[in-house]
């Protein structure tokens, strides 16, 4: 059974720092494996559709940001223990989100359609950016 579990989130001034994880089980992970995933974060405001934020796959590890984040967020794996993270600098308010870590086999979260169905994602973790 795969499964994706976040933390790292919280509530952060403007101009801070947070760095979310992603743990993947069920999924082999290294450089070896025979299957191809991306693993992805996208987030979603209150009132607003899904946003891609970032993705790495993981048998190339080539790497994919949404042009808003480019600069700010950094992502990155821990393969041998299966962790992905989304590092995050220079927050802003807009920055406010569910964020969630997704797998997918055929898409990376930065291109995948707001209503596209990912192969697995968790359950999120609230980033908070306030003064």
């Known amino acids: 059974q795969v499964q994706l579990v976040e933390s790292g989130g919280g509530s952060v001034q403007p101009g801070g720092s947070l760095r979310l994880s992603c743990v993947v089980t069920?999924?082999?992970?290294?450089?070896?494996?025979?299957?191809?995933?991306?693993i992805g974060w996208f987030r979603q405001a209150p009132g607003k559709e899904r946003e891609g934020i970032s993705c790495?796959?993981?048998?190339?590890?080539?790497?994919e940001y949404k042009d808003s984040v480019k600069g700010r967020f950094t992502i990155s794996r821990n393969s041998a223990k299966n962790i992905t993270y989304l590092t995050m600098n220079s927050l802003k308010p807009e920055d406010t989100a569910v964020y969630y870590c997704?797998?997918?086999?055929?898409?990376?979260?930065?291109?995948?359609?707001?209503?596209?169905?990912?192969?697995?994602w968790g359950r999120g973790t609230q980033v908070t950016v306030s003064s």
């Open positions: 997704a797998a997918d086999r055929l898409l990376c979260a930065v291109v995948a359609d707001a209503r596209y169905t990912f192969d697995h």
């Open positions: 790495i796959n993981n048998r190339n590890g080539w790497i």
């Open positions: 069920g999924l082999t992970w290294d450089d070896d494996d025979e299957e191809d995933y991306f």
